[in-house]
């Protein structure tokens, strides 16, 4: 097989051929790298650590739309920018020890930026490497920034998905029990108290028999919201198993226990749930235990322990006494 390389249009002026098509379009001036990095999202920098100046590549106005250029022009200015931490530029270079030579010493941090409290959060990446001066601490600093929005909502995404139950958006429960875990070590800790509460979805199964299994979820999250919408500030919800919710009330007497618990009970009974089925009637069954800090912390269970307290109660859809729902924490036995 013969190939055949095509002619390229060549016009003459003259004696001499006039510039192809092809050949005009090589011969224009080619965009600045800048430009080409500003198109990405991208800009450079060099970062002057002893008079804290930064020099950027032109065009990175066009990746902080709606930072002030002053703001841009020094360290110290463009950190009060930064969240969650200002300090994390100056930490990612002391983390690394500093290599020897002309290469420097990478590193690459992730970061929120914003002009104010009131406008989005812009989300960079930022790839570099710092090079140290004669007393071995950083002196210079040059890198790429990157607007990374879409991926940091993905990583957000990921978190929230392994953090939170996917039907009701709460705790999921391994969360739920890390939660119960560290609110026992604050009790011991700070000698304080609290309450875990179990609440369970009566009859969910006849609702999922009945109606089926898109009713029945519709039935959990409407519960998971009223149950939310009537904690405090402070208090935690998960979802402990199918049909249940586990909370932990935080600083509780027995006396808040009965309270919250009708007050939970009657949020969930006295309204029907709306559903494409029709409305359904729903009730529920609580069950709590309230521990109170002990002498020493290191006489506390697992959290993950079934028999960590002493006694607990279960109410439903009755107004439960003080008595039942007082409860303890167990004590491990001397040895």
């Known amino acids: 097989m013969r190939w055949s390389v095509p002619k390229q249009a060549v016009s003459w002026t003259g004696n001499h051929p006039a510039v192809s098509r092809n050949e005009a379009i ?27 100046a930064i020099a950027w590549s032109e065009h990175a106005s066009l990746v902080f739309p709606d930072i002030p250029a002053a703001a841009l022009e020094s360290g110290a200015e463009f950190s009060k920018l930064i969240e969650p931490e200002r300090s994390i530029r100056m930490e990612a270079l002391g983390h690394s020890p500093p290599a020897h030579g002309a290469d420097g010493t990478p590193y690459r941090i992730e970061y929120g930026v914003r002009a104010s409290t009131s406008a989005p ?12 001066g004669a007393d071995g601490r950083p002196a210079r600093a040059q890198g790429i920034v990157r607007v990374n929005n879409e991926r940091h909502a993905r990583d957000e995404q990921l978190v929230g998905l392994s953090r939170h139950d996917p039907l009701t958006g709460e705790l999921n429960r391994t969360h739920l029990i890390a939660s119960l875990a560290e609110a026992i070590e604050e009790a011991a800790r700070f000698r304080s108290s609290f309450a875990f509460m179990l609440i369970g979805i009566d009859h969910l199964a006849r609702v999922n028999d009945a109606f089926g299994f898109d009713v029945a979820d519709a039935v959990i999250s409407q519960v998971a919201t009223r149950i939310r919408t009537r904690l405090r500030g402070g208090d935690v919800l998960g979802r402990f198993s199918g049909n249940k919710f586990g909370l932990i009330l935080k600083n509780c007497t027995v006396d ?28 529920a069954s609580i069950g709590a235990v309230r521990s109170t800090a002990p002498r020493k912390p290191s006489t506390w269970r697992s959290a ?32």
Not at 38 to 50: H, K, T
Not at 310 to 324: D, L, Q, V, Y
Request: glycine share 6%; charged share 20%.
């Open 26 to 52: 090589l011969a224009s001036a080619p965009p600045q790298a800048s430009t080409i990095l500003a198109s990405l999202g991208q800009a450079a920098f060099v970062w002057d650590i002893a008079t804290d």
């Open 256 to 283: 808040d226990i009965n309270v919250a618990a009708e007050r939970f009970m009657a949020g969930i009974r006295d309204d029907v749930v709306p559903t494409r089925s029709g409305p359904v009637s729903v009730t």
């Open 304 to 335: 993950a322990a079934p028999d960590r307290f002493r006694c607990g109660a279960r109410m439903s859809n009755a107004r439960p006494s003080a008595e039942s729902i007082s409860a303890s924490p167990t004590r491990s036995s001397p040895r």
């Open 121 to 132: 959060v812009l989300w960079i990446e930022e790839t570099g490497c710092w090079f140290a």
